[in-house]
């Protein structure tokens, strides 16, 4: 198992582009999260979802961002328009709903936004 | 509001020498607590958790939530500890993590 799949490993684009971004959990898995690391603010949550029903979109900073889940294997998080306060790393991760916890995350996506 | 605060940004100690990574959370809830690494070029990866009280590669990390703590410790440090280290936080059976800021281990020879 490859584990969780993100892409693309990394990605600059210039301020107002659309930016889409991954995320292929564990087969079997059917919980699913986004998180965005920043030296500031560390890593924060801004979406998960369960049996690809988002749960909890708090995190989620502004209507700029967007996500969806379309199906079991397949997720994506959309920033339009970017701006370079959206530089980060961006982390997807799954899980099982039940059972243990753990999540399992992806290497990563790194955005600069010029 | 759930809240952990890792105080050392940055930690630096000998090999050989004890380690002690520091945990504090605030949450008046019943919690789970969390330790995540990331070494280098690799997956961040769940290490331990509190309810399992195993000692994985050397740590174990004991709550107490008389001091709402969760410090992470090793005995005698090895090289390859040096890593990325984040406590994270969740209620009991809940699925939202909240992550502290982290804590750079670095292991001198």
């Known amino acids: 198992d490859a584990g969780v799949i993100q892409s693309p490993r990394h990605e600059v684009t210039e301020m107002g582009q659309e930016v889409t971004l991954r995320c292929k959990p564990i087969?079997?898995?059917?919980?699913l999260f986004w998180y965005r690391q920043t030296m500031m603010r560390g890593l924060e949550l801004l979406i998960y979802f369960n049996n690809n029903v988002p749960i909890d979109d708090s995190g989620m900073p502004e209507d700029r961002f967007s996500a969806k889940m379309p199906n079991a294997s397949f997720s994506t998080l959309k920033i339009q328009p970017s701006e370079p306060r959206d530089s980060a790393v961006y982390f997807c991760?799954?899980?099982?709903?039940?059972?243990?916890?753990?999540?399992?995350f992806g290497p990563g996506t790194r955005l600069t936004v010029l | 509001a759930q809240r952990v605060t890792q105080p050392e940004k940055l930690l630096s100690v000998f090999k050989g020498a004890p380690v002690e990574l520091k945990c504090n959370y605030s949450?008046?809830?019943?919690?789970?607590l969390f330790w995540y690494v990331q070494y280098s070029r690799q997956r961040l990866q769940l290490l331990l958790r509190?309810?399992s009280r195993e000692s994985i590669k050397g740590f174990t990390a004991d709550l107490n939530k008389g001091e709402t703590s969760f410090h992470l410790k090793k005995p005698f440090a090895q090289e390859e500890d040096s890593a990325m280290y984040y406590c994270?936080?969740?209620?009991?059976?809940?699925?939202?993590?909240?992550f502290g800021q982290g804590t750079r281990l670095t292991i001198n020879p």
């Open positions: 949450y008046s809830g019943s919690p789970e």
């Open positions: 087969s079997g898995h059917n919980s």
């Open positions: 509190h309810i």
């Open positions: 991760a799954s899980s099982r709903l039940a059972g243990t916890n753990e999540q399992f």
């Open positions: 994270a936080l969740t209620d009991q059976g809940a699925q939202k993590l909240v």
